[in-house]
């Protein structure tokens, strides 16, 4: 038990978790899985999904691209963006999971439906515990990667998935997981040196450039007090 509770504590194991929520991970996958629901007939299910994920993906990056270039964040919640892992890890595991666990049964594709769900508020943890991330920050991921997962398995028809495409998504999984490198896609640098190129400025703006303005703003407000 004692052994257990180190691995869990240890940087390590988290750095491994947050992984399972990185780009380099998750594109492959989704391709897989929107490419199986092309497939199985579902094309108007792989539409919505690649649209809705588009969308989401697109507000993240502004969000961050704001406070990065402009510092244009929350300091009383401590928010400089939402949490790009997060709201992967929320909008496509609970799918994968669901399509995976299928069978006949409905009961079983609930047992995947929730594995998912579970595994993403995984990551969604590890990003705060690393300390990438606020709370703020991944429980607004988290909302939204939620939202384009429930508009998707909403719309979803279910089939049994080809064992091909397991085998596959196996391979994958196994190849993407064989580091605890958080990105081989630079999307944070991405992000950055396009703050960077819009806004014009030099350098891009920290969290502690954030929590240095709320303090301001509280010293100030007691001068005017």
């Known amino acids: 038990m004692i052994t257990l509770i180190s691995t869990l504590q240890s ?6 978790i947050t992984h399972l929520g990185s780009s380099s991970l998750l594109a492959p996958v989704m391709v897989i899985t929107v490419a199986n629901l092309w497939l199985t007939n579902q094309k108007q299910v792989a539409y919505l999904w690649m649209t809705t994920l588009g969308l989401a ?11 990065f270039g402009w510092g244009i964040g929350i300091a009383l919640l401590d928010f400089t963006g939402v949490s790009g892992h997060t709201l992967l890890a929320a909008s496509i595991y609970p799918i994968l999971f ?28 590890s990003r705060i515990l690393i300390g990438a991330h606020s709370i703020s920050e991944v ?8 939202l384009v ?8 028809n279910y089939q049994r998935q080809r064992l ?35 806004s014009g400025h030099d350098e891009p703006y920290t969290r502690s450039d954030l929590i240095s303005t709320q303090i301001l703003g509280q010293v ?6």
Not at 11 to 16: I, L, N
Not at 57 to 64: A, Y
Not at 170 to 197: K, Q, R, W
């Open 11 to 16: 940087s390590s194991y988290w750095q491994y």
């Open 149 to 156: 997962c429930a508009l998707v398995l909403d719309a979803m």
């Open 164 to 198: 091909a495409y397991i085998q596959v998504m196996a391979l994958v999984c196994l190849l993407a997981l064989g580091s605890i490198t958080p990105n081989y896609i630079p999307t944070h640098d991405m992000e950055i040196e396009l703050a960077l190129f819009m």
């Open 98 to 125: 669901y399509s995976v666990y299928g069978g006949a049964q409905t009961k079983f594709r609930n047992i995947g439906l929730w594995l998912g769900i579970a595994l993403s508020l995984l990551v969604g943890a």
């Open 57 to 67: 993906i697109t507000f993240t990056t502004i969000t961050k691209v704001m406070f």
């Open 220 to 225: 100030q407000l007691g001068k005017i007090k």
């Open 139 to 146: 429980i607004s991921g988290w909302v939204l990667g939620m």
